[in-house]
């Protein structure tokens, strides 16, 4: 069994502490008993391993996300890579085709697809082995996940099991319905579809044939920015007919909007924030350094990142999308797999950066056409590579690095460099990588 | 006739735009017909000059806001600078006796005492003609300025008139009387005190001498520190028995709170702010880059500084001060005669700021004993000077300025610096001024 978790989207509903970069599978807002804050894909992570004691994951996710998931998983976790962004279905089929053509997995191998964002008890991953026993040991094609609906919801998928068993055959699948269809299929004992599909690799790799026109791991990647951008629900589940549904039976929450992510928070704040007694039903998420005063709030929440702040009644927060997409600023925060970069300042011809390393990383070796740098080593010791000359810098050492100049840094301890960028034509494409 | 603007107060009730260095006097905040912003100390100098062509004026303001107020103010006018914090009736004596004994004004001119906050109509300062012949010609040593009151409020100071006249001999003055007490001065046809003092300068430098033992302004300054913190009112107007009132028809707020400064805006929003449809009543002020989404807010006022994030439904507002002192950090945001200031990182031993000095001005030549610094020129031209050797500097240029070493920058254009101060106690104390 090798179970795909699907980590791609832009997460523009949790703005301003999703981004393009980040998307809200690693904001760290989850409580857990000893304090620690862990972020959603780190949530599943954790259940998915006390679930199994041995399990395969591999993860498919946009190129722009690599570096910040790598923090995430473990090292030897696998990483597909969509080289743009698609929906689920060709996310799947690419994830598919590189199981079987890189890692050699036989395409009788059931594989269980799951989103990287159910809010969930740990008995729902429970589930994904009775529904690879039902891919080995049963005549369906696809297997689903259903959950107890609790309102006629347009937001999913919903599945009609011909009996009210724990395990059943499907009679209809339909995505989004509209409320008052959605209404019927509740009465007909239909169940929401927890976005969970298991199947064979071969049934994936048949489909994409059919419907992409490819089915290796080459054609898929090298054609995929016109593969369709289609859903895996709607291009597959929709028309097969030969569906088993597994039932799970507990919480299931989508925490996909400010509204739903506040009901399971543990704290009613994170990061610096203090509340007037008159404050209810409130939550301030803080990411930023400047203090937060809040008062006489009712159920309001506050979201407040370099990136920007949101302050929305918390039933208005599910409406974000277009205004947030009405902003175009330069991303502030940046994980990276070597630590964390922080815009610190934005001027006319010049851009001003906290990069933070960890001990031990490095950046990768790279060189810029259009801006020169200088760097001011504030904390730790380290070395730096100019055009291949290597160099040991400490606190209150500057480099000066010309555009043009190959140049990286190496952290021998924690590091922290201030960088000012100064050109005319900032841009975060403007890097050239080289080997060293 | 002399006014005597004061100019002090630490402004915590409009964190985070006021602090300890920018009172609430100096936010721009108020629309006027042509869209410029301009502060409350703006607004009163313009509404003074409209309503006197000659007039003498003279700011009474603490230490540190001494850099700030020469920007907002014209060349000629006066500043007396108290040593220390102190409350309005050393303030008023220390101004008193500077106009006497460094401005060898005749200590018979009448002063007019005025606060530099009043949210007025214009003639409210076309009374202080009346309020100076009375001074001159009346027998009244003292000439207060009576509003009609609105409420039985417990924050002013209540003048019980003789009669129901334009001016009128006052029988009681009360500062801040109880609710019910303020509710019996009502209905005995009392008015709220404006705030605004005229009296000779003999007269405040008399009461000064009695009660403060000075009345010399060598003296007065050498001792401030040991002088009672203790308002004019208190300690004057309370015990004088031969006063007179003026009364003034019009509007007059106190916007100290932001409840009350919001109800004078003639927008919804300063700064970067997108609104749902669901917003009623509510006012963001945002001074940082940072964007702001504001969704179904209701009676709430967001205010947005480097210093901090406010968000609080109105009425609550006034009561933010206990939450404002709780907060100890770094001020982010500092403006200086020669610019502005942004403290844009804060590390452990380290602390970045970005300079930005306008064309023609120069910093203070000085140096420091625990910190280094890195100067990174990010836009326009000038001439640093290191230890008495002058540079000429431009885009890009790096400059090191160990500790000790004497420096300054003269801005030949407009100018902006990135400084990177490192050291493992940087203060602001951590500064020794020299002459070029």
């Known amino acids: 069994m090798q179970i795909i978790l699907l980590s791609g989207g832009s997460g523009k509903r949790l703005w301003p502490l999703s981004n393009e970069i980040r998307a809200k599978q690693f904001i760290k807002i989850f409580g857990t008993v ?83 964002d159910p809010y969930v008890e740990d008995n729902f991953f429970a589930k994904f082995k009775d529904m690879a026993n039902l891919v080995e040991n049963s005549a369906a094609n696809l297997v689903l996940l259903g959950i107890n609906p609790t309102y006629p919801s347009e937001k999913y998928g919903y599945i009609i099991p011909a009996e009210n068993n724990l395990v059943s ?35 994936v790799l048949e489909k994409s044939r059919e419907l992409l026109n490819f089915d290796t791991c080459d054609e898929l990647f090298k054609n995929y920015s016109e593969l369709p951008n289609i859903s895996f629900d709607y291009a597959v589940v929709e028309h097969e007919k030969n569906i088993k549904v597994v039932r799970y039976i507990g919480d299931w929450k989508d925490v996909g909007t400010w509204n739903t992510l506040t009901e399971v928070m543990t704290e009613k704040n994170i990061g610096k924030v203090q509340f007037d007694d008159a404050c209810e039903n409130s939550h301030v998420i803080n990411e930023t350094d400047m203090p937060i005063i809040a008062m006489g709030l009712q159920n309001i929440v506050v979201a407040a990142s370099p990136d920007g702040i949101l302050i929305a009644d918390k039933a208005r927060s599910s409406f974000i999308k277009p205004f947030a997409e009405n902003i175009h600023e330069q991303i502030k925060f940046i994980e990276k797999s070597w630590g964390v970069y922080k ?44 055009d291949g000359r290597i160099k040991s810098v400490a606190v209150g050492d500057v480099i000066k690095i010309p555009a043009f100049v190959k140049h990286t840094i190496i952290a021998d301890t924690d590091l922290k460099v201030i960088e000012v960028q100064i050109g005319e034509d900032i841009t975060v494409e403007d890097k050239i990588l080289w080997e060293d």
Chains 1, 2 share one sequence.
């Open 34 to 116: 000893d304090e620690y804050h862990e972020s959603m894909l780190q949530r599943v992570l954790r259940q998915i391993h006390k679930n199994f004691s041995q399990v395969s994951i591999i993860v498919s996710t946009s190129r722009n996300q690599k570096s910040i998931l790598k923090k995430y998983v473990d090292a030897d976790t696998d990483i597909s890579i969509e080289p743009c962004r698609r929906n689920t279905f060709p996310a799947i089929a690419l994830t598919a085709a590189y199981l079987r053509d890189v890692k050699k997995i036989s395409d009788d191998e059931p594989i269980i697809i799951c989103p990287v």
């Open 169 to 203: 055959d499907v009679l209809e699948f339909k995505e989004k319905p509209d409320s008052k269809t959605a209404q019927k299929y509740i009465q007909r004992g239909g169940l929401w579809n927890g976005g969970v599909f298991a199947c064979k690799i071969s049934y």
């Open 343 to 386: 815009v610190i300042d934005v001027s006319e011809g010049s851009l001003t950066i906290k990069a933070i390393l960890d001990a031990g990383n490095r950046m990768r070796y790279h060189s810029h056409e259009y801006r020169d740098e200088v760097w001011t080593v504030i904390e730790g010791n380290g070395r730096v590579v100019l």
